[in-house]
């Protein structure tokens, strides 16, 4: 069973709007989070993470939210930009190793 | 320079060979993974070694060997290749987990496999 869903494959935001990206999990025992970013032909990498003590961390035009109740994380990227189109990740992770999401596929439009 | 190398970065075989992916690191991590993508399913790890000493399997290692030759070099095997093995294999690496409380990991180019 999946321990880390993220339920949207894709998401299409216009260049300028918000872009938010959803991801749940199941084991509450994981104690920190975070966001990877992939390019096509490329690895992915490290975006933003959120330890399990916060609900809040934000970055620049990133910020993931997390809602420990509800076992929800969120990426929300203002203003999104053609640049930021890629797949996301969201990942979770306990005691060294992480547990990934099957990933959603961002096109910002310009 | 890359931190993270992996090599070849694309292969074709066919099925019952033996074949090897390496993965090389300058990050000095100790912390090494291999994980496989597929379409729709994400990043699945394979086996991961905290260090040179220390192999264990992961969620997929079912057809999968690996081999810690140093701190920096961590190679996975299939030894008879098979068709539902055709995909992208990633390794990456980690420092023990610091003062932030978790251990990002870094990612190399990844190794398009395919088995024919």
């Known amino acids: 069973d999946q321990q880390v869903k993220q339920n949207s494959p894709s998401l299409s935001v216009q260049e300028g709007r918000i872009s938010i990206l959803n991801c749940d999990y199941t084991?509450?025992?994981?104690?920190?989070f975070l966001w990877y970013k992939k390019y096509p032909a490329e690895g992915p990498t490290f975006l933003i993470s959120?330890?399990?003590?916060?609900d809040k961390n934000e970055d620049g035009r990133f910020t993931v939210f997390l809602n420990k109740s509800a076992k929800h994380l969120s990426l929300h990227i203002v203003p999104s930009q053609p640049g930021d189109s890629a797949v996301y990740f969201c990942?979770?992770?306990?005691?060294?190793?992480?547990?990934f999401g099957k990933g959603t596929k961002l096109s910002v439009k310009p | 320079d890359a931190d993270v190398t992996q090599t070849p970065r694309n292969r074709i075989t066919k099925t019952g060979k033996r074949i090897m992916l390496e993965c090389s690191q300058t990050?000095?991590?100790?912390?090494m993974y291999w994980y496989r993508q597929d379409p729709g399913l994400g990043l699945r790890l394979i086996y991961y070694?905290?260090?040179?000493?220390?192999?264990n399997k992961g969620e997929i290692s079912d057809g999968y060997s690996v081999s810690r030759q140093a701190q920096a070099k961590f190679s996975l095997s299939l030894e008879s290749a098979i068709p539902n093995q055709t995909a992208l294999y990633f390794c990456?690496?980690?420092?023990?987990?610091?003062?932030?409380?978790?251990?990002?990991?870094?990612f190399g180019p990844g190794t398009r496999l395919t088995v024919l």
């Open positions: 990456a690496t980690s420092d023990i987990i610091g003062l932030a409380g978790y251990n990002e990991q870094f």
């Open positions: 084991n509450s025992m994981f104690d920190y």
């Open positions: 959120i330890s399990s003590i916060k």
């Open positions: 990942a979770a992770g306990s005691q060294g190793n992480l547990i």
């Open positions: 990050k000095g991590h100790d912390r």
């Open positions: 070694s905290f260090d040179v000493k220390d192999i």
